[in-house]
């Protein structure tokens, strides 16, 4: 059980091993796995899932019907949507309830990078690998290593395997690809940009 004032974290959350959590979280009904890491002001709705060795950046909101597998980065402030025609009333004015909606699902494959600030449409499936550009409007399934960005998102290119840290045995430069300021931060607020 986590004793700390400025986490929000109910009894019903299944937290894997050496989880990270920053603070000012709120996490209720959700599955977190081994060695994710959670930034601050990260909301994690009921029955959202989010896989092991993930990196969840601040200000972010995972809502139920969103499935996250392993190895997954999201930026900050990205947002999910699981309803796509939303009401907060019914015909005679009474307030909805979960009875009254469905939730719709969003599935983020292994090894995929959303960027800070995107918005994530309901019933989409993003591919494994596939790097969702900042900003971005996601409205369609994105194929598996595709680099897409804009409002809506469309394909920029395809990652290389051979330029992808990911890809086993590639060995990068850090600089390279995450830039200076990144490479110089300390290695806790890297671990949980
Ligand atoms: C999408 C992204 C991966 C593309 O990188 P890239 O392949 O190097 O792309 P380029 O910078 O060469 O840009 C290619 C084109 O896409 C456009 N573009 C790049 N990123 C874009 C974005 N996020 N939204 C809209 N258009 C974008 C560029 O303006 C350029 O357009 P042009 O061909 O008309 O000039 C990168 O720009 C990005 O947004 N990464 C996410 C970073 C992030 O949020 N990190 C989170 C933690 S800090």
């Known amino acids: 059980m986590i004793q700390d004032p400025y986490l929000c974290i109910s009894s ?10 920053s603070r000012f979280i709120n996490l209720y009904g959700c599955e977190i796995g081994d060695d994710t890491g959670i930034g ?69 494959k292994r090894g995929a990078s959303i960027g800070s600030g995107a918005t994530i449409l309901a019933n989409v499936v993003i591919g494994e690998r596939a ?13 598996a290593k595709a680099i897409v960005a804009g409002n809506p998102a469309t394909v920029l290119r395809y990652i290389e395997d051979s330029c992808d840290p990911m890809t ?14 990144a490479s110089s931060l300390p290695s806790e607020e890297k671990s949980l940009r």
Do not use: M
Request: with cysteine; hydrophobic share 40%; aromatic share 6%.
């Open 40 to 108: 601050a002001f990260v909301e994690i709705q009921k029955k959202a899932r989010v896989g092991s060795r993930c990196k969840v950046s601040s200000h972010t909101f995972i809502c139920e019907g969103v499935v996250i597998e392993n190895e997954v980065f999201i930026g900050h402030g990205v947002t999910f949507i699981n309803d796509t025609y939303p009401r907060a009333t019914n015909g005679d004015g009474t307030v909805q309830s979960d009875a009254d909606w469905s939730v719709q699902s969003t599935l983020v």
């Open 168 to 181: 086993e045995g590639v060995q990068l430069n850090v600089e390279s690809i995450e830039g200076h300021a």
């Open 131 to 143: 790097i969702i550009g900042a900003g971005s409007v996601v409205t369609k399934d994105v194929p």
């Open 12 to 21: 019903d959350v299944k937290l894997g091993e050496r989880v990270r959590l």
